[in-house]
């Protein structure tokens, strides 16, 4: 993590995985050093609900090959316009989100933000987290706000000549994760 220049970053096409039973082929899949780390699952945006097709096959991909997704770290489902992300073994509706870039509409600028190094190293290392709620350990991952908000204390701490802050967040925006990340990463 110290020196993502050091990595050997490989994508690959059609990544195709059978454990004896069901095979399944993702569309694109990230690897640093060897270890698949990325999956993506690139829809045509001219269907309805291209993005939601693309959830569901990943849905599946994690109940008939659950191997292939036990060192994905993080998923993503893309089409033209739109990008959504979460993270492996949680593939709940209200744990997927948007991945916003200041160029709207083109994909392209939200890919590259996103895989860059220096932002997957971050989601890989800082930006999952496990939880028990009710006996049962679930994984998370931080939405794009709860990121900024991080690095954003973290830049003012490492500054001499700021003194105090403020995080704002709403009631239900997640506060609770970032401030366990935020003291994690302090």
């Given at each position: ?10 994508v690959?096409?059609?990544?195709y ?5 069901f095979?399944?082929?993702?569309d ?30 990943l849905?599946?991909?994690h109940?008939e090959?659950?191997e292939?997704?036990l060192?994905?770290?993080i ?13 492996t ?6 744990s997927?989100?948007e991945?916003?870039s ?14 860059n190094p ?5 989601f ?6 496990f939880?028990?709620k009710?006996e049962?350990l ?9 990121t ?17 802050g403020l995080?704002w967040h709403?009631?239900g925006?997640g506060?609770?994760f970032?401030?366990i ?5 302090i």
């Amino acid at each position: 993590y110290e020196r993502p220049e050091n990595n050997l970053y490989h994508v690959t096409e059609e990544y195709y995985y059978y454990n004896g039973r069901f095979a399944n082929r993702a569309d694109v899949v990230f690897l640093i050093n060897g270890i698949p780390v990325l999956i993506i699952e690139c829809k045509n945006a001219t269907k309805d609900e291209a993005i939601a097709i693309g959830i569901q096959q990943l849905r599946r991909y994690h109940e008939e090959t659950p191997e292939m997704m036990l060192a994905q770290q993080i998923f993503t489902s893309v089409d033209s316009l739109g990008f959504h992300y979460g993270v492996t073994w949680n593939t709940k509706i209200r744990s997927i989100f948007e991945w916003k870039s200041n160029e709207i509409g083109n994909l392209e600028a939200k890919v590259k933000e996103f895989c860059n190094p220096i932002t997957l190293h971050a989601f890989l290392k800082d930006y999952n987290l496990f939880q028990e709620k009710d006996e049962e350990l679930n994984k998370f991952i931080l939405k794009q706000h709860q990121t900024d908000a991080v690095e954003a204390v973290i830049g003012r701490l490492l500054d001499d000549a700021k003194k105090r802050g403020l995080v704002w967040h709403t009631q239900g925006s997640g506060k609770t994760f970032t401030i366990i990340v935020i003291a994690q990463k302090i």
